[in-house]
């Protein structure tokens, strides 16, 4: 193994050097422009594409403003400069072969009362990224906020909790998601097992630059997950900057300045969020006292223009305790409408605590030779205790609405108890050393990094579940306790106890290449490469191979073909290791997914506005893969390879100026996902009727006959046909400082079924997920577009802007169930009990930037 290991880094490194070595002949026949970009104000602005006109490709500056492009050499060429809300700059040169040239620019804020939306980002439509405005995060009414919230309107992602900023991309679960921030991988909590428990996400939109996301397909340089990956670059200030907010569901404030010679920056970030004011509406009445806190800060420092250090640190606690009083939930049909009333005892509580520090040295021993070296360690201290007692009643409603007790309980259709407990302890620490590094030209760029990945985990589990219904514990044994000869003791479900501790080590690597190539008919673009992962857990070796293309037609319409495919290996992490009886798996191996992803990238004007469609189709053939459970945002693996399957489906979106000045987009998704696992069978029992015998329902269960049934083909646990979502914006035109944004959010229903059921594992479907929330806000103070002048006086003229927002939340008061609470009567007749999400809530909401 290991010799193979060494052949194979053999070839990377001969690999690599021959790309070190690689010198283009038409090197010599190239200029190159450079310069820096800022607005009236004199502040950088990244992100502006910087393009030669009439030609495809280009580049974007980056955060404190600057860019360099290469250009052909003895021609006179158009550069073109275009940003969001910018009126577009163009600048003609002709520069000799071998010469530098420095173009600065200030742009202009357009005239018109909003900002104008720029649809196209040269530098990234022939892949399969999408760029995100961040400041839209601050402006999309949600529950949870944030850029997650923004993501769910995506086509490919779905989400059906509005708690949690968790979600899965076509056909995925939540651990097949890649997240980065400044090239270093962010990691989760293992514990949660509810949106009400999860708090903040690591990500803080008030210090992000830039947001890129790809839904399948992506390139080698991004690791080992089978799903989407998320890349976040944090900001590089250039002045004292900052905001504040405050709402009825938290505070932050951010901090971020430089010193007078640019060559010291810093970003800091403080949030701190309750829930308390969302959860105490919910059907489970009681005492919540959850409280999450997050401490972020960036600390960047240049040597020289070739050599930076950048300090990235993190600390979050995330704090929930409830103490559960009453709940009362209504279910079942027209025909069946049933009540379950719950009074509770005990309480839970729940401890996060995440840190995280990464060291990033770069270094660029030449204009287009880049280098990183990134040294990072995170760590979660994780308990969750709970003792819960719940006595439940069952009954049957009047739906007589002629009757006097129309709604009220007519008959008792079961009494209970159950007891739930836990103690649960985890500790983990990730620690990494990575390398990476780029080399640029004129018409490619070249890409490879190195990871070696050391885990400890230390975990103690001990929970149990105990059932009891009008005085017999489930399963009910007959007989006296105690009395020789009756198995009659009392059965606990679902108990997990065990002590373990991991420790393991990981080596990763990818190169890729990627270059652009004018056919007669039109522009090429070219990624080609590989990664490599070994794991010495389980001893397993993996390569996958991945690559793109991507084709401009010269046609009057500007449109983009893209395809893309690859093998996605996914090794497994603790929580895959780990079934439901808490024993680890050390021979697991790693998922599989064959991604093909074809896709379209068409630019029009509607209205005399900018708009874009873009369209993809993809099939994902996954193999070995380890199924799971998942129970609110709680997924339980049964920690073993024994399925394979397939995702295939369709995604659109367009987004444009629906409102002129404004980005909004609509997005639908078609999606179908099925696995087949190994050993699904059970056993159908008849009696001498020939009915199949079904405990709690049929009256002879004295057994005649039986035959094994395998269920075969099945809906994965994430299959969800049709999604839609809406992010729109609006504003009065007289008027611009009065805004609306708007969310809309639909999603067909979730497979789910009764616990431990193979019989009907995911044969049953959730109700559709439906959710509008609405935002409208009025800017109270501030600077005017027109002129940039603010009508503040004395310490607030340094103020930028004053808004305050009242969002209504959960507008159409949709009741969206989320899982299930199963209870069962002395039958062993189960009920399906909806946990219910939150209603319709009121949100205000003031911020401050300067």
């Known amino acids: 193994m290991y010799l193979k290991i060494f052949s194979v880094l053999k070839y990377f490194l001969i690999f690599l050097l021959s790309a070190v070595l690689y010198i283009p002949l038409s090197a010599q026949d190239m200029a190159e422009v450079f310069g820096r970009i800022t607005d009236v104000g004199n502040q950088p602005l990244p992100l502006v594409n910087i393009a030669i006109a009439g030609q495809p490709g280009g580049t974007v500056s980056a955060n404190d403003g600057s860019w360099l492009l290469k250009v052909p050499a003895d021609k006179e060429i158009t550069l073109v400069f275009t940003f969001v809300g910018f009126n577009t700059e163009k600048v003609k040169i002709r520069l000799k072969p071998g010469e530098r040239y420095e173009i600065n620019r200030r742009l202009v804020e357009s005239t018109t009362q909003l900002p104008d939306f720029v649809v196209e980002d040269k530098q990234i439509r022939y892949s399969n990224l999408n760029t995100l405005d961040p400041k839209l995060s601050a402006l999309i009414p949600s529950a949870s906020g944030g850029i997650e919230a923004l993501l769910k309107t995506f086509s490919g992602v779905s989400s059906n909790n509005e708690l949690s900023s968790q979600y899965s991309v076509r056909g995925g679960n939540y651990d097949e998601n890649l997240v980065y921030v400044n090239d270093v991988e962010i990691y989760k909590p293992f514990l949660i097992r509810s949106g009400q428990q999860e708090g903040l996400s690591f990500l803080n939109s008030d210090l992000v630059a830039s947001i890129l996301f790809s839904a399948g397909g992506f390139e080698p340089r991004y690791g080992d997950k089978m799903s989407s990956v998320l890349d976040i670059r944090y900001k590089r200030p250039t002045r004292v900057a900052g905001s504040v907010s405050g709402s009825l569901l938290g505070a932050s404030m951010h901090l971020e300045g430089s010193s007078k010679d640019r060559r010291f920056m810093y970003l800091m970030g403080f949030r701190q969020k309750s829930n308390q004011y969302i959860l105490k509406s919910l059907e489970t009445k009681g005492d919540y006292k959850p409280s999450f806190t997050d401490l972020q800060g960036m600390l960047m420092y240049e040597v020289n223009p070739r050599l930076e250090f950048s300090f990235l640190g993190n600390y979050a606690r995330n704090y929930y305790r409830i103490v559960p009083v009453t709940r009362e939930t209504s279910f079942g049909t027209i025909n069946e409408a049933l009540q379950l009333r719950v009074y509770f005892d005990g309480s839970e509580t729940d401890r996060f605590i995440n840190y995280l520090g990464a060291f990033t040295t770069n270094y660029k021993p030449s204009e287009n030779v880049s280098l990183k070296l990134i040294l990072s360690s995170f760590q979660t201290i994780e308990s969750e205790t709970f003792d819960i007692m719940g006595q439940y009643w069952i009954g049957q409603l009047e739906t007589d609405q002629g009757s006097d007790s129309f709604g009220e309980a007519l008959e008792t259709k079961g009494v209970g108890t159950y007891l739930n407990h836990a103690r ?66 009392i059965t606990l479900q679902d108990v997990v106890k065990t002590t373990i501790n991991l420790s393991s080590n990981r080596l990763s690597g990818f190169v890729q290449h990627g270059w652009d190539a004018q056919g ?102 996954l193999d070995n893969l380890i199924p799971y459970e998942i129970d609110n945002v709680r997924i339980r693996y049964f920690a073993t390879n024994s399925a394979r ?31 087949d696992l190994e050993g699904d069978t059970y056993i159908n029992y008849y009696n001498d009727e020939g009915e199949r015998i079904i405990p709690g329902y049929t009256t002879n269960n004295v057994v005649a006959d039986s035959a094994v049934i395998s269920r075969g083909s099945m809906p994965r646990p994430t299959d969800q046909w049709l999604t839609f979502g809406l992010f729109f914006q609006d504003y009065l035109p007289k008027n611009p400082t009065f805004k609306m944004n708007l969310s809309l959010l639909f999603g067909t229903g979730l497979p789910y079924s009764p616990p431990g059921s193979v019989r009907g594992r995911n044969a049953r479907r959730m109700p559709s997920f439906r959710r509008v929330d609405i935002g409208f806000s009025k800017q109270i103070a501030g600077r005017s577009r027109d002129n940039g002048q603010t009508n503040l006086k004395g310490f607030m003229r340094h103020v930028d802007d004053i808004w305050i927002s009242l969002e209504v939340l959960n507008l159409l008061q949709v009741s969206n169930t989320i899982s299930y609470l199963w209870v069962k009567d002395v039958n062993n007749r189960q009920y399906a009990v909806p946990n219910y999400l939150t209603p319709r809530q009121l949100n205000l909401k003031i911020s401050v930037q300067f």
């Open 424 to 489: 649960n302890y985890l500790d983990a620490v990730v620690s990494t050393a990575e390398h990476r590094g780029t080399i640029t030209r004129p018409a490619s760029a070249t890409n490879w990094g190195l990871r070696f990945q050391h885990e400890i985990i230390n975990d103690r589990l001990n929970e149990w579940n105990m059932n009891d219904s009008a005085g017999y514990t489930l399963p009910s044994h007959q007989g006296i306790p105690g009395e020789a000869g009756n198995q009659n003791n």
């Open 520 to 621: 007669n008919s039109g522009q090429w673009s070219f990624v080609l490469g590989t990664r490599f992962n070994y794991w010495d857990l389980n001893r397993q070796f993996l390569l996958s191979p991945r690559g793109s293309v991507s084709f401009k037609p010269e046609w009057e319409s500007d449109i983009v073909f893209r395809f893309s495919s690859g093998l996605y290996y996914q090794p497994p992490f603790y929580r895959e290791l780990r079934n439901k009886n808490g024993e680890i798996n050390k021979s697991l191996k790693a998922q599989s997914s064959l991604h093909f992803v074809a896709g379209s990238d068409f630019n029009f004007k509607a209205w005399n506005r900018p708009f874009k469609f873009v369209a993809e189709a993809y099939y994902k053939y």
């Open 645 to 675: 399957g397939y995702a295939t489906g369709l995604d659109l979106k367009v987004n444009g100026e629906f409102v002129k000045g404004v980005e909004s987009w609509a997005s639908m998704s078609l999606m179908s996902t099925r696995e």
